[in-house]
């Protein structure tokens, strides 16, 4: 098949969260089992700095055309710097770009004049409100094309609760008419909104774990929208993310100080003391090493580890936290930086580097997701031989069960309510049984005994497609 995957960041080009890992992964997963994959994201100015020059492959109506291969993929990059060559992807600490319907807007018709010139697509799979446009303008305007109407769309939630609101004056500049702007359609409480386009005019839509795909329909975590996906139910699957090992993989990561494997972790001492010096924490082996990694959002539960972090360091653990965003949060955790100095770090940046070293170095992972559409880090610890402590929600629920010391199964720790002191008593079990050599070794073997390849998703999202083009 020709699938080509419509996404607004992907890595190793452009990265905020998941859903570049997801975008720099899935579609070589299915390039592997033979199909022709493409992938497309506007031409940020972050793709330049990481070094990357894809070449001009056509000028069009007010945009250039870019592509570099990538592997076995095709990357095609929308060029326009008046929208896209900005230090940020979507906006800066204070908040998002004012621009952003118009950027994101200009994003989705871009795509639709890109395909006349890229070729006819079996599959267009669009991801996330930013490429929300695109299954509409399609359906409305451009069905009876002939590189267009054999195309089915499929659009993928990776987080329900980042919908694209802009103010009704913003449709008129988007080509889309009063009629659309009615509850049924894209009005939602007397805002426009991008998302609601993917839902209704794709062929299908999916998100990233089927906890979540559950999870969405309710009006707990359906953000609004619970009802407009009960009318697509049946048309809703949960296909959860995989990881992708040649990136995420201790026995070949190049970013990390030392080796390790399931068959000799004696490497993971070296990559522990290598973070803990960055954080200016000294080595002590009878503290475990509590690491996170996260955007500074209240998704992330990240109000109550602030919370309970005096806790943390007195239940006789080390902290460090990567992060960055909300700067309400920036400001909260340098004060418990300066605070707790010694025991605990926060490095406020967004930095690949670090976060390879923290899922390295840690002994522990602590996710206290308020929601979690799938969650990857998790996933990432349990190859680092870093046992997560989660939060029982989303993808986390799924991909994590609760160590059992008697009979020593399960990968992790979890909690159920969003709750500091739920937190700690999790994260108290943990250190419990990071004092017991023997079961924490048990339990270091279980996390690695877990596979979360993309090969297993990669055919589910292929049967879905092969489906849909029935
Ligand atoms: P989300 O997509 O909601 O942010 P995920 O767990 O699905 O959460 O994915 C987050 C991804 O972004 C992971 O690869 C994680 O390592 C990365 N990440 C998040 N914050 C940072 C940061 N400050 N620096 C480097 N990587 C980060």
């Given at each position: 098949m020709n699938i080509l995957f419509v996404s607004s960041e992907v890595f190793p080009f452009a990265k905020t969260g998941g859903l570049a890992d997801v975008i720099g992964a899935l579609p070589e997963a299915l390039a592997k089992r033979g199909h022709a994959c493409s992938v497309i994201l506007p031409l940020y100015k972050c793709v330049k700095k990481n070094g990357f020059a894809p070449r001009l492959f056509k000028e069009l109506n007010g945009f250039n055309l870019r592509l570099l291969r990538h592997g076995n993929v095709k990357v095609y990059f929308i060029e326009k710097d008046e929208y896209y060559d900005r230090d940020q992807l979507y906006g800066t600490p204070q908040g998002d770009y004012p621009d952003n319907a118009s950027r994101f807007g200009f994003f989705a018709k871009a795509v639709i004049e890109s395909v006349s010139h890229i070729g006819r697509q079996d599959i267009l799979h669009c991801n996330d409100w930013q490429s929300a446009l695109t299954p509409l303008y399609i359906k409305l305007f451009?069905?009876?094309?002939p590189e267009f109407n054999k195309t089915k769309i499929l659009f993928t939630i990776h987080n329900m609760a980042y919908q694209g609101l802009f103010g009704r004056e913003a449709m008129a500049g988007l080509g889309l008419g009063e009629e659309l702007f009615t509850p049924e359609r894209l009005e939602f409480y007397g805002k426009f909104n991008f998302m609601k386009a993917g839902i209704i005019y794709s062929d299908a839509v999916t998100t990233v774990s089927k906890g979540y795909s559950r999870e969405i329909l309710t009006p707990e975590f359906g953000t609004g929208l619970d009802g407009l996906l009960k009318t697509r139910e049946k048309d809703l699957y949960g296909i959860v993310n995989g990881v992708d090992y040649t990136i995420w993989n201790p026995a070949i990561d190049k970013l990390i100080a030392a080796g390790f494997s399931e068959k000799d972790l004696s490497g993971k001492e070296a990559c522990k003391k290598d973070i803990l010096k960055e954080c200016g924490i000294k080595y002590d082996p009878r503290r475990p090493l509590v690491g996170m990694i996260t955007r500074f959002a209240e998704q992330k539960g990240i109000d109550l580890v602030a919370q309970g972090m005096g806790n943390i360091i007195r239940m006789g653990a080390d902290f460090v936290i990567l992060g960055f965003g909300d700067e309400k949060y920036n400001n909260i955790f340098s004060r418990l930086t300066l605070k707790y100095k010694g025991h605990m770090a926060a490095l406020i940046k967004f930095d690949n580097v670090l976060a390879h070293k923290i899922e390295a170095g840690s002994d522990m992972f602590l996710m206290p997701s308020r929601y979690e559409p799938c969650g990857l880090n998790q996933l990432y610890s349990l190859k680092y031989a870093t046992v997560p402590v989660v939060r029982a929600v989303g993808g986390l629920e799924d991909t994590v069960e609760n160590f059992d010391?008697?009979?020593?199964?399960?990968n992790g720790f979890k909690f159920k309510d969003a709750r500091c002191q739920e937190l700690l008593k999790s994260l108290k079990k943990a250190i419990s049984v990071f004092k017991n050599k023997k079961l924490w070794h048990s339990l270091l073997k279980n996390c690695l005994a877990c596979d979360y390849s993309w090969d297993s998703s990669a055919e589910k999202y292929e049967k879905l497609y092969d489906r849909l083009s029935a």
């Amino acid at each position: 098949m020709n699938i080509l995957f419509v996404s607004s960041e992907v890595f190793p080009f452009a990265k905020t969260g998941g859903l570049a890992d997801v975008i720099g992964a899935l579609p070589e997963a299915l390039a592997k089992r033979g199909h022709a994959c493409s992938v497309i994201l506007p031409l940020y100015k972050c793709v330049k700095k990481n070094g990357f020059a894809p070449r001009l492959f056509k000028e069009l109506n007010g945009f250039n055309l870019r592509l570099l291969r990538h592997g076995n993929v095709k990357v095609y990059f929308i060029e326009k710097d008046e929208y896209y060559d900005r230090d940020q992807l979507y906006g800066t600490p204070q908040g998002d770009y004012p621009d952003n319907a118009s950027r994101f807007g200009f994003f989705a018709k871009a795509v639709i004049e890109s395909v006349s010139h890229i070729g006819r697509q079996d599959i267009l799979h669009c991801n996330d409100w930013q490429s929300a446009l695109t299954p509409l303008y399609i359906k409305l305007f451009h069905k009876k094309r002939p590189e267009f109407n054999k195309t089915k769309i499929l659009f993928t939630i990776h987080n329900m609760a980042y919908q694209g609101l802009f103010g009704r004056e913003a449709m008129a500049g988007l080509g889309l008419g009063e009629e659309l702007f009615t509850p049924e359609r894209l009005e939602f409480y007397g805002k426009f909104n991008f998302m609601k386009a993917g839902i209704i005019y794709s062929d299908a839509v999916t998100t990233v774990s089927k906890g979540y795909s559950r999870e969405i329909l309710t009006p707990e975590f359906g953000t609004g929208l619970d009802g407009l996906l009960k009318t697509r139910e049946k048309d809703l699957y949960g296909i959860v993310n995989g990881v992708d090992y040649t990136i995420w993989n201790p026995a070949i990561d190049k970013l990390i100080a030392a080796g390790f494997s399931e068959k000799d972790l004696s490497g993971k001492e070296a990559c522990k003391k290598d973070i803990l010096k960055e954080c200016g924490i000294k080595y002590d082996p009878r503290r475990p090493l509590v690491g996170m990694i996260t955007r500074f959002a209240e998704q992330k539960g990240i109000d109550l580890v602030a919370q309970g972090m005096g806790n943390i360091i007195r239940m006789g653990a080390d902290f460090v936290i990567l992060g960055f965003g909300d700067e309400k949060y920036n400001n909260i955790f340098s004060r418990l930086t300066l605070k707790y100095k010694g025991h605990m770090a926060a490095l406020i940046k967004f930095d690949n580097v670090l976060a390879h070293k923290i899922e390295a170095g840690s002994d522990m992972f602590l996710m206290p997701s308020r929601y979690e559409p799938c969650g990857l880090n998790q996933l990432y610890s349990l190859k680092y031989a870093t046992v997560p402590v989660v939060r029982a929600v989303g993808g986390l629920e799924d991909t994590v069960e609760n160590f059992d010391t008697a009979r020593k199964t399960g990968n992790g720790f979890k909690f159920k309510d969003a709750r500091c002191q739920e937190l700690l008593k999790s994260l108290k079990k943990a250190i419990s049984v990071f004092k017991n050599k023997k079961l924490w070794h048990s339990l270091l073997k279980n996390c690695l005994a877990c596979d979360y390849s993309w090969d297993s998703s990669a055919e589910k999202y292929e049967k879905l497609y092969d489906r849909l083009s029935a």
